[in-house]
């Protein structure tokens, strides 16, 4: 009777969790609805079950992560808005999705088919984002999408723009590729031609979307890859891409121009749209609030105080368009000594994974796939402050959990064998 309580409790966990996953590529709404609902039956599962959702093996994660949460409360409670501030940060409770990924990764018969509802939302959205590019269809939205900048239009999906598109088809795109790579002599004929479709479409939309800093982490990550299994074929095929694109730049005028006009203007302190520009206040705001930041919501004033009186509004930003200045300016320095501590721990954990000889096929499987991800996801947060964007972060998320149930695998593992041995 307990276990077949149970075993509703973790099927209908799983359906909303999936969910969750299937619908993060197109609906903020109904994914954080559906993780809503989750949680509550996570926390029901916990108190039943007396399950421990934190353990040993994951200690220097766990530590940073509530180290970076707990800086960015007393950061909001110090600083000048401190309701405001504390309201602000409840977007920190997607790293709860790590917890609830990991409980369900842990169990063999929902493991596949939560890579495979993300595959579906993820394909299907990739989709018609390719549709929108030739053909410019932007359904339930009022606003026509942009063109691109030679043919087309800049794909978006669902989404309310295509930078925010573009970063999470770059972590997608990066994570099935590389799944579909670590899998391939594993995977049956079904599967390599499903992850091939998904991972092709996701490629071209991150393109599709004409975001650099989107293109440029896709790039990055896909070296990484290609590097790290030894496969010449990926780094041949980028080799290849970026002569293409080099020769695009020579023969279009249209794409040269475009590309010369934007690289001068990122790099020019004084242009007031640059990147150099933006990262140069920042670094003020940084200096004169060293230990506390200036608060959740509050960089956006802070700002607006190192520009000219006339600055029309599309130039007064709400963040640093760069992650780790994002976090030191809005929680202090030692805000973001621990998110680079939880990023290091990720990293860490998924390379001694790789490394491991020990590990299984489908250990490597599901390490490789996240370290990649997160490689593609952290290249575009030096561009953009990709970790503020809920969409991107929940993929994020649900990503890392992939990778990191492994550990609570070895733990059961070594557990058990003790208990035998004993």
Request: glycine share 6%; aromatic share 18%.
């Amino acid at each position: 009777m307990i276990y077949q309580r149970e075993k509703v409790l973790n099927d209908i966990l799983f359906f909303f969790f999936a969910l969750f996953a299937f619908s993060s590529a197109f609906s903020i709404a109904i994914s954080q609805i559906s993780l809503g609902i989750s949680l509550f039956l996570f926390l029901v599962i916990i108190i039943i079950k007396h399950y421990q959702p934190f353990f040993k093996s994951l200690k220097w994660f766990y530590l940073f992560v509530g180290l970076y949460v707990f800086w960015m409360l007393v950061a909001a409670l110090v600083g000048k808005t401190p309701l405001k501030s504390v309201l602000m940060i409840k977007e920190e409770w997607l790293f709860l999705i790590i917890p609830i990924g990991i409980y369900l990764f842990s169990k063999e018969n929902y493991r596949q088919k939560l890579i495979i509802a993300l595959a579906m939302g993820v394909g299907l959205i990739a989709f018609y984002g390719i549709l929108q590019h030739f053909i410019g269809i932007h359904w339930f939205k009022s606003k026509p999408l942009y063109h691109a900048f030679d043919y087309g239009y800049r794909s978006q999906g669902t989404f309310s723009n295509f930078l925010t598109f573009g970063n999470y088809y770059a972590t997608a795109a990066a994570f099935f590729y590389a799944y579909l790579i670590y899998g391939w002599k594993t995977f049956s004929s079904k599967k390599k031609l499903f992850f091939s479709i998904v991972s092709l479409l996701s490629v071209l939309v991150t393109f599709f979307s004409y975001s650099r800093g989107s293109i440029i982490g896709l790039l990055v990550a896909l070296f990484v890859l290609g590097v790290i299994t030894g496969k010449k074929k990926i780094i041949a095929f980028l080799v290849i891409l970026l002569m293409l694109s080099a020769m695009a730049v020579v023969v279009i005028p249209k794409v040269r121009n475009h590309i010369i006009y934007n690289t001068i203007k990122e790099i020019d302190i004084h242009n007031e749209a640059g990147r150099f520009f933006i990262w140069d206040k920042s670094l003020k705001i940084i200096k004169h609030h060293p230990v506390f930041g200036v608060g959740q919501g509050n960089f956006y004033y802070e700002y607006l105080s190192y520009l000219r009186k006339d600055i029309p509004d599309y130039r007064k930003l709400t963040h640093a368009h760069n992650d780790f200045l994002n976090i030191a300016a809005i929680s202090g320095i030692p805000g973001v000594i621990f998110f680079a501590g939880m990023w290091l721990a990720v990293l860490a954990c998924m390379g001694k994974g790789l490394e491991n000889k020990k590990s299984a096929r489908e250990g490597k499987l599901f390490f490789g796939a996240t370290f990649i991800a997160s490689v593609a996801f952290l290249v575009t947060s030096l561009t953009e402050a990709t970790f503020a964007d809920e969409e991107v972060r929940q993929l994020l998320m649900f990503i890392w959990a992939v990778g990191l149930w492994q550990q609570y695998a070895y733990v059961k593992k070594a557990g058990t064998e003790k208990n035998h041995k004993e």
